[in-house]
Nanobody, 125 residues
């Protein structure tokens, strides 16, 4: 069993920064690759960023590459998403998720079995 709780979503102005956190409950957190997905209003959920269990490998959607940074602290059992240079199109509910594996082998939603409740990020123009 894995429980994930996101926090940090806020209303921010375009060009601003925000850091999201995802706290994981479970003693095997350090064995799990983690990912952030986002779901803009009226659109389907999409992959944003991923990180291997050790933190040594990261993945980013083209839309966020260079602006977002995913990281993790396995001692605190927390994964982060640092978001810089935010744009209105970044407005979405952000979810953290894991498929239970060591690496991000796929960006398909169906590969991720555990999800947080989501946190709202709104970027004003």
């Amino acid at each position: 069993q894995v429980q994930l709780v996101e926090s940090g979503g806020e209303l921010v102005q375009a060009g601003g920064s925000l850091r999201l956190s995802c706290a994981a409950s479970g003693r095997t957190f350090s064995s799990y690759a983690m990912a952030w997905f986002r779901q803009p209003p009226g659109k389907e959920r999409e992959f944003a960023a991923g990180i291997s269990s050790s933190g040594g490998t990261t993945y980013y959607a083209d839309s966020v590459k260079g602006r977002f940074t995913i990281s993790r602290d396995n001692v605190k059992a927390t994964v982060y998403l640092q978001m810089n240079s935010l744009k209105p199109e970044d407005t979405a509910v952000y979810y953290c998720a894991t498929g239970g594996g060591h690496i991000i082998a796929s960006r398909r939603l169906a590969e991720f079995d555990y999800w947080g409740q989501g946190t709202q990020v709104t970027v004003s123009s």
